[in-house]
Structures are given as C-alpha cells and as structure tokens.
T-cell receptor
C-alpha cells in the first residue's frame, strides 16, 4: 500500500513563473492538506481539500490555489512565483472523521522542494 | 508572531539517556497538542498527542507532559536510541481557527551511540 506520494521531488523555477505540484493521498484517504515549510521553519498550513472543494485556508494569497480530483488526488498551483515561495511543499492526507482524531491519522508525503531563482 | 515556540533548535544526548524536548505556547485556547518526527527527505510522522484535559500521555518510550498553567509541554524519550535522531515538531490546534495545525520551528535531536 503506497503512502502519500508527491511529484516532482525537486523543481526549479524563475520569478514570475507558475508551478503545479501534485499529490496522491494514501489509499482510503479522502482529505488532502497542503503545507509550506520554509527553511528553518515549521510547516505552515496553506489549505485543505475535501470532496473536491477547498474547506479551510491559511494565510496565503490568492496566488496559491488548488484542486482536488474525483480520485482524491490534489494539485497545488502557485502563480507569479516570488523568491519567498522557495520552500518544501508538503501534502498530507487523512480520512474525514468527526473530532480531532483525524490528526493522528494524517500522513505526510516526502514533499516537493521548490526553488525560485 | 510565533504561537508555538520551540526555543531549542538542537539537542544532543547519549544513547540510553533521556531526551527532553520542550515546547511553549502563547494561545490559551489551544486544546490539543501533537508531536511529529521528521527524518531528512521524508514528511513529518505523527508521534504522540495530548488533549488539554490531560497532563500526561504515554506511548512506549514516548511521554508527553502538559502544564497548562505554564503553557508548556514537553516530550520525553526514554531510553533514547540512535534511530530517534530527527527533527521534532510541536503542533497545536484549537476550535477557534477551524482546527488548523499551528507548528513550532522544530528541534533537531541527535542521539549519539
């Protein structure tokens, strides 16, 4: 059973470009969350997708958008890239459950390292 | 404004000894706390959690202690093993922010053989 997979593993872009990152959740999971982890920082919540809709959003500008497909996989899109967008982008999947126990069952992928030059 | 603080960027301990990782928080509304472990080139892995209605939770070699009055929690690893060498993140949630995880900066633990 594959866990959470992300592609690509590394990516180099230049300022102003657009990027799409992809995530496949763990088998059986239906919820996908995206995080940005800058160097030396903890992960910052970007947004969460459930039932193909954005359910929650962190403090990120509209340049950051996403999508969830019927098979529960997800994409993170970032437009007009800035140098400050350079970070490790983590995807986490979970199964929608009532209550807080879903955090215990949140599985993270290895991340996509984005470098903006 | 860092609501969850891990003031020690790194910690080094000898194999077999106790590792104590600390975490402080500023938001008294947090009601659930989690610890994650992260190896290089891997995503964070859930380790242990504690509800704000408890002051201790234990799982094998890992114990988390919560002191609400001091807004402080700690993770104890006993005995420490070389495979425990990783970055440990403290995270917190509360209902008021739709239960989004708020993460600390992490503490890098090195367990020396």
């Amino acid at each position: 059973d594959a866990g959470v997979t992300q592609s690509p593993t590394h990516l180099i872009k230049t300022r102003g470009q657009q990027v799409t990152l992809r995530c496949s959740p763990k088998s059986g999971h239906d919820t996908v969350s995206w995080y940005q982890q800058a160097l030396g920082q903890g992960p910052q919540f970007i947004f969460q997708y459930y039932e193909e809709e954005e359910r929650q959003r962190g403090n990120f500008p509209d340049r950051f958008s996403g999508h969830q497909f019927p098979n529960y996989s997800s994409e993170l899109n970032v437009n007009a890239l800035l140098l400050g967008d350079s970070a490790l982008y983590l995807c986490a999947s979970s199964l929608e459950l009532a209550g807080r126990s879903s955090y215990n069952e949140q599985f993270f992928g290895p991340g996509t390292r984005l470098t903006v030059l | 404004d860092q609501q969850v603080k891990q003031n020690s960027p790194s910690l080094s301990v000898q194999e077999g000894r106790i590792s104590i990782l600390n975490c402080d928080y500023t938001n008294s509304m947090f009601d659930y706390f989690l610890w994650y472990k992260k190896y290089p080139a891997e995503g964070p892995t859930f380790l242990i959690s504690i509800s704000s209605i408890k002051d201790k939770n234990e799982d094998g070699r890992f114990t988390v202690f919560l002191n609400k009055s001091a807004k402080h929690l700690s993770l104890h690893i006993v005995p420490s093993q070389p495979g425990d060498s990783a970055v440990y993140f403290c995270a917190a949630v509360w209902a008021g922010n739709n239960r989004k995880l708020i993460w600390g900066l992490g503490t890098s633990l090195a367990v020396n053989p």
